[in-house]
């Protein structure tokens, strides 16, 4: 029986068409997940395009034998994270591609799958590995650090105000109690976090809990580790299109496109240039890509996502 890894794909029309996938094309899907875009970047490069698709999720790839056969030559599958991307494409004979498409949202199995601990809404062994190679779990960073770095890691990765004092409630519990599953967090967390703050917003636990997934898969580090092997890897003409659920993803990839797009470095008050500077990249969306009210309504959990696209000079 083949496992399934159904997941709705989120801007899936906004994304693949930017890439203006070719026939003639190398495409990467470095997040292939369901394999919704991968299947779209294939439909369009039609008859002769090739996309190589990264997960770094099992499971994912697992579930991607019951498709991958009806694009024999076409396809190719490869469990690894993106930020492995340069040594994936070396190891095949590849130096240039003419598009990148990254989805860096947690795929929907991932949250569905109680045993995979992502979710504050089933209660499951604190796991959040994306990747079941890694050898620390969230279980394992909840044991480990002190008050300080869980209020500094929960500030930093999810923007949680009551950081501090979610940290200090953790530490005097597991001195009492382990915390090993998705529930005893949960129940922590709304010890911690006082009433009236809890009755409006989202879920007291959506802060924590996505601050160590971030973490545990070191996230952030992967996207700038990939972001920073793109200008060698993409070839002239060529476009990124990457999709973020959270302000601190959106942020870094706003960040280097705008970077990667400037055209002069010298002092402000130069008469005129000469730093000789070239732009690497310009930017095709200034604002970015948001899902249209449609798919807002067939898929609530696109609400946060944004997409931004940038060409290769």
């Not at 991958?68 to 469990?79: D, F, K, N, P, S």
């Not at 519990?173 to 006082?194: F, Q």
């Not at 798919?295 to 940038?310: D, Q, T």
């Amino acid at each position: 029986m083949k496992e399934t890894f159904s997941h709705e794909t989120v801007l899936l029309q906004e994304a693949v068409m930017r890439l203006a996938p070719q026939s003639s094309g190398i495409y990467v899907d470095a997040t292939m997940g369901g394999g919704g875009h991968t299947r779209k970047l294939l439909e369009v490069s039609a008859p002769h395009g090739t996309v190589i698709a990264l997960d770094q999720d099992e499971r994912a790839i697992e579930a991607a034998k019951s498709w991958q056969g009806a694009y024999e030559g076409r396809l190719y599958v490869i469990r690894a994270n993106f930020r492995e991307i340069t040594t994936v494409l070396q190891e095949r004979g590849i130096q240039k591609i003419n598009g990148l498409l990254c989805d860096l949202g947690v795929s929907s199995p991932q949250l569905d799958e109680a045993d995979r601990g992502f979710s504050y809404q089933h209660d499951a062994p604190l796991d959040m590995r994306m990747d079941r190679r890694i050898k620390q779990s969230a279980k394992d960073l909840l044991e480990r650090l002190d008050a300080s770095k869980l209020a500094d890691l929960f500030w930093r990765y999810g923007e949680e105000r009551w950081a501090k004092r979610i940290a200090e409630f953790i530490v005097t519990e597991r001195a009492r109690r382990p915390i090993v599953n998705t529930g005893d967090l949960v129940e922590v967390i709304k010890k911690a976090v006082p009433q009236g703050a809890r009755k409006d917003g989202p879920h007291p636990g959506k802060r924590v809990f996505q601050a160590l997934r971030i973490a545990v898969n070191d996230e952030l580090g992967a996207l700038e580790s990939l972001l920073e092997q793109l200008p060698d890897l993409l070839a002239p003409q060529a476009n990124a299109a990457i999709i973020t659920f959270h302000s601190l993803e959106d942020r870094i990839v706003k960040q280097f496109f705008a970077a990667q797009a400037i055209t002069c470095v010298c002092p402000p008050r130069s008469p005129i240039c000469t730093c000789g500077h070239q732009a690497r990249f310009t930017v095709v969306t200034r604002k970015p890509v948001l899902p249209s009210a449609q798919e807002l309504s067939k898929n609530p959990r696109a609400r946060s996502a944004k997409l931004r696209v940038a060409q290769r000079k």
